[in-house]
């Protein structure tokens, strides 16, 4: 069956568990971020685990280095688009 997790990260200590599900839920996780433009990185490893975590928990510290390369990546990706195709910044209002 398949999982997901959604991060978010406001520039604090870790980045938040901000949904997650299985099944039916998970594809509409994933839908909705590919709808507004947020990458989708999959790995059953890494889903596995922050699936433990509880929602709106940071990610422990266990896991930082595994989310860092994963932003790592993210980050890699956003800055090579060119500017007409880099997702919009997104602030809380």
């Known amino acids: 069956m398949r999982q997901a997790v959604a991060l978010a990260y406001q520039g604090g200590k870790a980045p938040k568990v901000v949904a997650t599900g299985k099944g039916a839920?998970?594809?509409n996780i994933v839908a909705l971020a590919r709808?507004?433009?947020?990458y989708v990185h999959e790995s059953r490893e890494l889903?596995?685990?922050?699936?433990e975590v509880e929602l709106d928990r940071e990610v422990p510290p266990q896991l930082y280095r595994v989310v860092a390369e994963l932003l790592a990546w993210l980050y890699r990706i956003?800055?090579?688009l060119p500017p007409s195709k880099k997702p919009a910044a997104k602030t809380k209002g």
């Open 35 to 38: 709808k507004h433009g947020v």
């Open 25 to 27: 839920v998970a594809d």
């Open 78 to 80: 956003e800055a090579a």
């Open 47 to 51: 889903v596995a685990l922050l699936s």
